[in-house]
């Protein structure tokens, strides 16, 4: 029986590891995926994450001049992924489950097949408003926020389905993870509301929070504090992800909304070339990662985007 991530902390006395994937690109096979669990097996991992990618808007040229608008899922598979990744390596897995893009109908199809499989950890997020929406939109029939996700796989988790009058229906048992922001979400107007609806998603059922990146572990610090003060008490995760490109810099901050310190701005400018970028990106992530399980946190989580050479060099100096 598969073990939940909350009973691998209660389980644990140390520090647990664990890291993100992303499903591969439409077209691409099980291959990358196999390679990025392979170069981190060793350093047994307590769960893998597969991030779960809504539509993106894509313009076709027309012979006439016009463009053609039309949305594609360029990531799909999320469910197959976790299930293959369960079976062959017999790893605990967490597929995210987000509202954009999904009814309610769809969500709930997605927690059966998932129930089916065997899989009883999901995180659920809202999802990222579409590139260039200035706002997040949600599918007619769908999930508006994160917390109505977690208030619909309660609700299964207790029986409840959306169709009211079945019969003889079986609950389901989910361990339910959120995202938290040390740095406050983007859309939020001050911490203090972005954590009232955090611990909102908590009440309702999750029972565990996963930070964004960050490179202070300041940040991380003065965040559990507050969520301690406001009463939430799940374990929170921190999660790192390595810089690895110049091109870092901006783009991090920007789609994140996280700082970066000055001295790792300086650092970075220094570099000759991507290669001395990801070289420094490793080592700030091993400091990080060092002073975060000297704090006793319960899992350090690294997100991998889809490399992973850099997160088993992490993963080797601190596990
Ligand atoms: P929510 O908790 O719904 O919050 C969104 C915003 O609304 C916040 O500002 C919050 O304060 C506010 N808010 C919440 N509830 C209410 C309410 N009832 N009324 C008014 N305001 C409210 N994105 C993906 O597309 N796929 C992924 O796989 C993915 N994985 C992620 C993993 C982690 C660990 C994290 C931290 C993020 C991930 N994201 C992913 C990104 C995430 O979808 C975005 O950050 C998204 O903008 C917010 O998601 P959320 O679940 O935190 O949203």
Redesign the pocket.
Known sequence: MELSVTEHIERSEKTLFSF?LLPPLKGHDFESTREAIDALIEFDPSFV?I????QEVVYDHMPNGYHKKRTVRKRPGTVGIAAAIKYRYNLVVVP?I???GFTKEDTENALIDLQFLGIKNV???????LPNAKV?IPEPEGN????DLVNQVMDLNKGIYLEKDLENTRSMDFCIG????PEK????PNMD??L???K??IEAGASYI???MFFDNKKYFDFVKRCRQKGITVPIIP?LKPVSIANHLTSIPKTFNVDMPVELVKEIIKCKDNKQVRELGVEWAINQSKELIAAGVPVLHLYTMGKTDNIQKIAKAVF
């Open positions: 993100e994450n991030t779960y990618h809504q995210h987000i509202c954009g995180l659920l997020l809202r999802g990222d408003p997040f508006t926020y994160a917390l959120v995202g938290g922001y979400h983007a859309e939020s509301s972005d009232f609806f955090l909102k998603k996963v930070t964004q999660g």
